[in-house]
């Protein structure tokens, strides 16, 4: 059992750069999330999405792109990279509910140069 | 909105020692708490949770009960290992929500030998 899988694990761009950061879950689990983790100042969300076809913003989504064709897949895109980015990112899942704990992945880090 | 608010770290400790970590929090309805815990280069893990007041959730020797009347999710170990050296974070599912955590910033344990 899978999980939930974060790919790439490390990464270095430019200022100005894009990429996807990717994140696939293999449990049917209908919420999919972003966080950033930054040193004090615990997890905070980016984006997240309860299905196929949704998405919101969550509490810092600028610079952040995401969609969810599929149950499986929620990437997670930055457009324009800024040193501002640099972070740690995790991607997490879990059932509907709100007694449901979610599932992360074992993140990606991301440094801005 | 729902925040949480958890003791500030670092804590260190020896091992066998008495571990409290406290958390308060403030959400609409009825939420869900949960502790979480990182350990280095991971990702999170769910530790715990307590889904209606006085529920006392439990697990690897970690308690933690759902205290309405004082808005507290405290976490507490008889006898603490240098295994149990990790990121600690408090975090809920708001009463309005079926998914949205919101988590406290983390508090960073270690336990010496």
């Known amino acids: 059992n899978a999980g939930v899988t974060q790919t790439p694990k490390f990464q270095v761009l430019k200022t100005g750069q894009s990429m996807t950061l990717q994140c696939a879950q293999d449990?049917?689990?209908?919420?999919m999330s972003w966080y950033r983790q930054d040193p004090g100042m615990g997890l905070r969300l980016i984006h997240y999405?309860?299905?196929?076809?949704?998405?919101d913003q969550g509490e810092v989504p600028n610079g952040y792109n995401v969609s969810r064709s599929t149950t499986e897949d929620f990437p997670l895109r930055l457009l324009s990279a800024a040193p501002s980015q640099t972070s740690v990112y995790f991607c997490?899942?879990?059932?509907?509910?709100?007694?449901?704990?979610?599932?992360f992945g074992d993140g990606t880090r991301l440094s801005i140069l | 909105g729902d925040s949480v608010t958890q003791m500030e770290g670092p804590v260190t400790l020896s091992e066998e020692a008495f571990l409290t970590i406290n958390c308060t929090y403030t959400?609409?309805?009825?939420?869900?708490l949960f502790w979480y815990v990182q350990y280095p280069g991971e990702g999170l893990q769910l530790l715990l949770k307590?889904?209606?007041?006085?529920d006392k959730g439990s697990n690897k020797g970690f308690e933690a009960t759902y205290r309405k009347e004082t808005t507290s999710f405290h976490l507490e170990k008889g006898s603490v290992q240098v295994s149990d050296s990790a990121v600690y974070f408090c975090?809920?599912?708001?009463?309005?929500?079926?998914?949205?955590?919101?988590f406290g910033k983390g508090t960073l344990l270690t336990v010496n030998p």
């Open positions: 997490a899942s879990s059932p509907r509910g709100p007694d449901q704990p979610q599932h």
């Open positions: 307590a889904t209606k007041a006085d």
């Open positions: 449990m049917n689990h209908e919420y």
């Open positions: 975090a809920l599912i708001g009463g309005g929500s079926n998914y949205k955590l919101t």
């Open positions: 999405s309860v299905g196929a076809g949704i998405t």
């Open positions: 959400a609409t309805g009825y939420p869900s």
